[in-house]
């Protein structure tokens, strides 16, 4: 199957400081995901991207799929950007089974 | 919009005891999945439903795991016995045909 690889594991931050979190991904894909898993253990969507560029507010994303690989951009962050931020994907071999990589966990300090 | 929802949110069990996990999904969305997420990994598929048909469960541990989903819309995952390394989170997702997926708050389960 396909396998997902997220860097850095850990990332801290202070407050206002940008931040780029990367997924790496074995195997051509029809779904990627990112999310972000807040300390009450949800997972928010943050974008539905198998390719391109996407941008809300202060997050956008972008995935070649080509060259198998996609970022995640936090400009300007807050507090409240802490947590765990998760890549998926999934292959169009595997129907819609999404697998995540491990996570990297992001604290931002005041 | 209501988003997935899922009970109970926590539930502490002895080992040996069954349990049960009921998820509504998304009004509309006709595939539902089933993931586990041990503490600090990432969510792993234990189940993928089509409307009512079940067609990837290769990863559901079938000699006490079992789910079903009647009618295509809920769906009720349930462990009979559980065992201490059952203690996970157990999440539902819903998405419309193979496109984004939408997780609800999950399950706690803690087996003593």
């Known amino acids: 199957g396909i396998q997902v690889e997220q860097s850095p594991p850990d990332l801290i931050l202070q407050e206002g400081a940008n931040s780029t979190l990367r997924c790496n991904f074995s195997?051509?894909?029809?779904?990627l995901q990112w999310f972000h898993q807040n300390p009450w253990g949800q997972l928010i969507n943050l974008f539905y991207i198998p390719s391109g560029t996407k941008q809300n507010g202060r997050l956008s994303a972008t995935t070649v799929a080509t060259e198998r690989y996609s970022l995640l951009y936090i400009s300007s962050s807050q507090t409240t950007d802490s947590g765990v931020y998760f890549c998926a994907a999934s292959l169009l071999t595997s129907g819609s089974r999404l697998t995540f990589g491990e996570g990297t966990q992001l604290t931002v300090n005041p | 919009e209501a988003g997935v929802v899922q009970s109970p949110r926590y539930k502490i069990i002895e080992k040996k005891q069954p349990v049960a996990f009921w998820c509504n999904p998304i009004?509309?969305?006709?595939?539902l999945y089933w993931y586990l997420q041990n503490l600090g990994q990432g969510p792993e598929l234990l189940i993928r439903y089509e409307n009512e048909e079940a067609v990837d469960d290769s990863q559901l541990p079938k000699d006490r795991f079992s789910a079903e989903r009647l009618k295509g819309v809920d769906s009720t995952l349930k462990i009979q016995p559980a065992e201490l390394g059952d203690s996970a989170v157990y999440l539902c997702?819903?998405?419309?045909?193979?496109?984004?997926?939408?997780f609800g708050p999950g399950t706690r389960l803690t087996v003593t």
């Open positions: 009004s509309g969305h006709n595939t």
């Open positions: 997702a819903s998405s419309s045909d193979r496109d984004e997926q939408y």
């Open positions: 195997d051509s894909v029809n779904n």
